[in-house]
């Protein structure tokens, strides 16, 4: 029996789960499924990511002890995949003890065999990455990711030699085209890794600066840097070394999106090879989930909750949007208007259209039951090899991790159908009493149909199964051979029953369009939408008229006051904006775990040096902007009369985000 593991990355468990997070689970749930449909022994990952810096501080934040913090947004991301449909078949925490055990051997391990070595270095450490930076990679002095300026490290740390097996690898990924895809990022990490000397990575941090993480085995001042010990967690679920999930699943096939392609295609590798495991199957790497084209971020108010998207449209259409919407390897955009029309288009007009039609049909003509088929004509027979290729490219480009073209294959055999009922006009034939024609249109039709429910039940699972019900099949994975779908014909029984009509896919209302940013804590009300079960989603209750304000036209009420989330914080950096002689691009932090980036209009009367260093009034919750190509998220407020401006500040130092009330 052929075997399929899958692992999605472990997430952080420094946010709670969101959409690019959905995405990734689902898409490694509907690999798992398609390769069980396919006969095999499939093996289903995903875990959270619990030590280093990161979450450190947000448990700090937080007022909790590092382990009190993690266990409850592990629990998120536990749930994360129930209510997504998605069924892992092992949920690893990098805080078990068994995985740091593994973790603790495998650092062992490679110190015995003299890839891991003590050593000095001094680098421009950034936080929010946990890691350090060389002079080459900032940008303008600062970290290319979190705009912010690293601190300058000078340290004695443990080092894994990975530049011993920089040629290694290069060889590897040319002699196996499948190892990194799409072939875009296997050309980026071929491209990084001869573009010059690969360094050595630093894999631990000393306890007297960090104490959240995994105790090196050989040395007690030092805990182990997250990335060696996280990634270890792809063996460590499988019991590794000895373990039988091992022997019989590894390798992995993995499943990340672009931000933590290097570490995955060129520390992982590396880190099996001095290890002596064998190489990952391959790396797959999905794009970025975009929101309105833009970054998706919490200080940008912009964050998509899976669980809001779930409660409106059902599992089986949020994970069909998903998958159909992203091309494999490129970014996408998310907004509900397209979500709710690929809805309407895919889901209710050609899917949900099909298969009404025909079950209503099938019972005015045959009371119910699937008919049996007498001789086919060249239209069906041009109609089966249609279909023959449809669910041919469907696979095919399903185990390539390709679902948006897999499913697109699938559509135009779901849109022939529609087309073939306009054909062959089976109203016609009843009319005529051609009931051997019409017998043979109908089951044409409902075998065609289940062959789509069950090629479906990777991307839709509980669509699909109800799809078959309404055939009057019940699913049994034992029973069904993907492979053999398109070569196969007449596995629908005649006689079954189906039911009346399908209510599967309704249509839609297109949502309002939304602010240009969704702000998490407002968008359910927003939209005003009711719960809907699997499939089905609810019409929205109409918006209430507006009461007719009270009170002189010029005033505010005091909840309108309360709309502004005014908050202090200090300048950490700011510059010239490059496009813009009046703009100033400022960096300040608000206590949040990022600094926010503002685009103030100060440059005229205030030198980013009159800045830097000040304890500042923000507008946070202003809706972000881009402002001269550069994103804004917030405002700074300043006093000014006719001749002086000057920066609107607390009389005494506050807290970095305290509130202005
Ligand atoms: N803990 C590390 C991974 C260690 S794996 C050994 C980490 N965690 S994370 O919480 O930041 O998750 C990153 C992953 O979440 C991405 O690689 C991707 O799978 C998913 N996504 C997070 N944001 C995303 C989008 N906006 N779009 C698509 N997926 C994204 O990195």
């Not at 392609?261 to 975009?290: C, D, E, R």
């Not at 369009?513 to 939408?529: I, L």
């Amino acid at each position: 029996m052929k075997r399929f593991f899958v692992t999605t990355p472990i997430f952080y468990v420094n946010a709670k789960p969101h959409l690019g997070h959905a995405f990734t689970t689902i898409l490694a749930d509907a690999m798992t499924r398609f390769h069980r449909l396919m006969g095999e022994d499939a093996f289903f990952l995903t875990g959270t990511d619990e030590h280093g810096d990161k979450i450190a501080k947000a448990s700090e934040e937080a007022g909790q002890s590092p382990k009190e913090y993690a266990d409850q947004i592990s629990g998120l991301f536990r749930a994360l995949g129930p209510m997504l449909g998605a069924k892992p078949d092992h949920f690893i925490r990098t805080t078990d003890p068994e995985h740091i055990k593994t973790v603790q051997k495998v650092l062992q391990k490679v110190y015995e065999t003299g890839d891991i070595y003590f050593g000095e270095y001094g680098g421009h450490y950034c936080f929010g990455c946990e890691r350090f930076y060389t002079e080459k990679e900032l940008v303008d002095g600062m970290c290319p990711d979190h705009k912010t300026r690293p601190e300058y490290i000078a340290e004695k740390n443990y080092f894994f030699r990975m530049s011993k097996y920089q040629a290694w690898l290069i060889e590897y990924i040319n002699q196996n085209p499948d190892f990194i895809r799409p072939a875009r990022y296997r050309n980026e990490v071929l491209s990084l890794l001869e573009s010059g000397a690969l360094e050595d990575l630093c894999i631990s941090r000393p306890k007297s600066r960090l104490t959240w993480g995994i105790e090196l085995p050989f040395d007690q001042d030092f805990v182990c840097y997250v990335w060696f010990d996280a990634l270890l967690n792809y063996v460590s679920a499988l019991n590794y070394p000895r373990g039988d999930k091992f022997k019989k699943f590894w390798p992995a096939n993995h499943i990340v999106a672009k931000d933590i392609l290097k570490p995955h295609a060129v520390f992982w590798p590396t880190m099996l090879k001095a290890a002596g495991i064998a190489p990952y199957q391959s790396l797959n790497v999905h794009g970025y989930w975009l929101v309105r084209d833009t970054k998706m971020s919490k200080s940008l108010g912009n964050v998509v909750e899976p669980k809001q998207m779930v409660d409106a449209y059902g599992t089986s259409a949020f994970r069909y949007f998903l998958l159909r919407e992203m091309a494999f390897g490129s970014d996408a955009s998310f907004t509900e208007e397209a979500l709710v029309g690929r809805l309407n288009a895919d889901l209710a007009n050609d899917l949900g259209n099909l298969f009404n039609r025909v079950l209503a049909m099938t019972h005015k003509y045959f009371e119910g039951k699937v008919p049996s088929p007498a001789a086919e004509s060249e239209e069906d027979a041009e109609l089966k090899r249609l279909g023959r290729d449809a669910m041919r490219n469907f696979q095919g480009h399903f185990a390539e991790f390709r679902t948006a073209r897999a499913l697109e294959s699938l559509w135009e055999l779901v849109r022939a159908l529609n087309k073939y009922i306009d054909t062959t006009a089976p109203w016609t034939l009843f009319k005529n009493k051609d009931k051997a024609r019409l017998g043979t249109v109908m089951y044409m039709l409902l075998e065609h149909m289940r062959k789509i429910a069950v090629h479906l039940w990777p991307v839709m699972p509980e669509a699909s199964v109800k799809m078959l019900e309404q055939l009057g099949c019940c699913f049994d994975l034992d029973k069904v051979n993907l492979a053999k779908e398109p070569e196969v014909w007449g596995l629908l029984d005649s006689g079954l029953t189906v039911l009346q009509s399908s209510n599967l896919f309704p249509r839609v209302e297109v949502p309002e369009p939304a602010p240009p940013a969704v702000v998490e804590a407002e968008a359910p009300k927003a939209k005003a939408k009711t719960k809907a079960q699997d499939g089905e989603p609810k019409k929205k209750a109409a918006p209430k008229a507006p009461e007719a304000p009270v009170g002189p036209a010029e005033s505010i009420e005091f909840a309108d006051f309360q709309k502004l989330d005014l908050r202090v914080g200090t300048v950490l950096s700011a510059a010239k904006h490059p496009d813009a002689d009046k703009l100033l691009v400022v960096q300040v932090a608000l206590g949040e775990p990022e600094p926010r980036q503002i685009v103030a209009g100060l440059a005229d009367r205030f030198s980013p040096d009159d800045l830097v260093g000040k304890q500042v009034v923000v507008v946070a919750n202003l809706a972000p902007r881009k402002l001269r190509g550069l994103m804004s998220q917030g405002m700074i407020l300043v006093a000014k009369d006719a001749e002086v401006t000057r920066l609107l500040t607390a009389a005494g130092t506050v807290d970095d985000g305290g509130k202005v009330a």
